[in-house]
């Protein structure tokens, strides 16, 4: 059986990668640190922005974490996805 099943049957949180983008709304800190151009203090932005005013609805949200700009966001548009509703 491959593992990936094994791991994925019992999961109850929303995957923190959806189809290789990184889901913004369960990623950690930790996670989001891997993105390019996102280091510990704005990936703790993302968290914090998300604890503050719920789900990000879209990717371009992003956008109103402090330290994200369009530049930024373009980098790293193609990485992340809001995951299921």
């Known amino acids: 059986k491959p593992a990936e099943d094994s ?8 995957p923190a990668v ?3 983008r990184m889901n ?11 993105l390019p151009g996102i280091g510990p203090s704005k990936a703790n932005a993302i968290v914090e922005y998300r604890e503050a005013n719920g789900r990000f609805k879209t990717v371009e949200e992003l ?3 402090k330290g ?4 930024l966001f373009a980098d ?8 299921a509703p």
């Open 68 to 71: 994200i700009g369009d530049k």
């Open 18 to 20: 959806v189809s290789g």
């Open 7 to 14: 791991a994925a049957a019992g999961e109850q949180a929303a």
């Open 63 to 65: 956008k109103n974490v």
């Open 76 to 83: 790293i548009r193609d990485w992340v996805a809001i995951g």
């Open 24 to 34: 913004i709304n369960a990623a950690t800190a930790e996670q989001l640190d891997e």
